[in-house]
């Protein structure tokens, strides 16, 4: 299993980012993915998660309406559209594996437990 995140760099605030996470290695359709990020001398937080067989999304409350994730099942890969960034939007964001593929969104609550194989990570910046 192996998912690779790319599309991070520096903007200014305003601005916005698409994310990108390359997944392989797994049946792709049979598992949600979930995007988070960790600041500076802050916790992992989960941002938003999208499963992997009807699209469905769960989204941290701060970020709704900002952030949007999307799926390319063509592609094994999954977005995350980042908008109207904020200097505190800074941080290194990560996708990783739902841990627990036989359970609805109903029962996650974007925790970086309940997820697993974790990318690299690709840093985004905003200026303020």
């Known amino acids: 299993v192996q998912l690779v995140e790319s599309g991070g760099g520096l903007v200014q605030a305003g601005g916005s980012l698409r994310l990108s996470c390359a997944a392989s290695g797994f049946t792709y359709s049979d598992y949600a993915i979930g995007w988070f990020r960790q600041a500076p001398g802050k916790e992992r937080e989960g941002l938003a998660c999208i499963t992997g067989r009807d699209g469905s999304t769960l989204y941290k409350d701060s970020v709704n309406g900002r952030f949007t994730i999307s799926r390319d099942n063509v592609n094994n890969t999954v977005h995350l559209q980042l908008n109207s960034l904020k200097p505190e939007d800074t941080a290194v964001y990560y996708c990783?594996?739902?841990?627990?593929?036989?359970?609805?969104?109903?029962?996650?609550?974007?925790?970086?437990?309940?997820?697993?194989?974790w990318g690299q990570g690709t840093r985004v910046t905003v200026s303020s």
């Open positions: 990783a594996l739902d841990s627990f593929p036989l359970y609805g969104l109903g029962y996650k609550n974007l925790l970086p437990e309940e997820f697993h194989h």
